[in-house]
């Protein structure tokens, strides 16, 4: 069982940052992949960011140059950097980690909200 908290999230004026945090319970290096997925009311959850064991990092094509993704190995955390924050980033932000033959777990959420 993999246990995942995120934090960080909060209310930013267009143009503003936040870094958004996820805390897991096991060493990263035990995990296949860490990812920052966002979910806006009824819509499908959408992929936002993700992290191999490798360090190798993907982002979705809406947040690419705007957001980083990276990760602390000694403190078992992953971080998602989001600078100039648009309205359209509102949404509920959740951490995924995929533990390959161990199963797939989700965190509770941390909301983005961005307005002036």
């Known amino acids: 069982q993999v246990q995942l908290v995120e934090s960080g999230g909060g209310v930013v004026q267009p143009g503003g940052s936040l870094r958004l945090s996820c805390r897991a319970s096991v060493d990263l290096f035990n995990l296949d992949s860490v990812e920052w997925y966002r979910q806006v009311a009824a819509q499908a959850r959408e992929f936002v960011a993700s992290?191999?064991?490798?360090?190798?990092?993907s982002y979705a094509d809406s947040v690419r140059g705007r957001f980083t993704i990276s990760r602390d190995n000694g403190q078992n955390i992953v971080y998602l950097k989001m600078n100039y924050l648009k309205p359209e980033d509102t949404a509920m932000y959740y951490c995924?980690?995929?533990?390959?033959?161990?199963?797939?777990?989700w965190g509770q959420g941390t909301q983005v909200t961005v307005s002036s």
């Open positions: 992290i191999d064991s490798g360090g190798f990092a």
């Open positions: 995924y980690a995929d533990a390959n033959v161990n199963g797939d777990f």
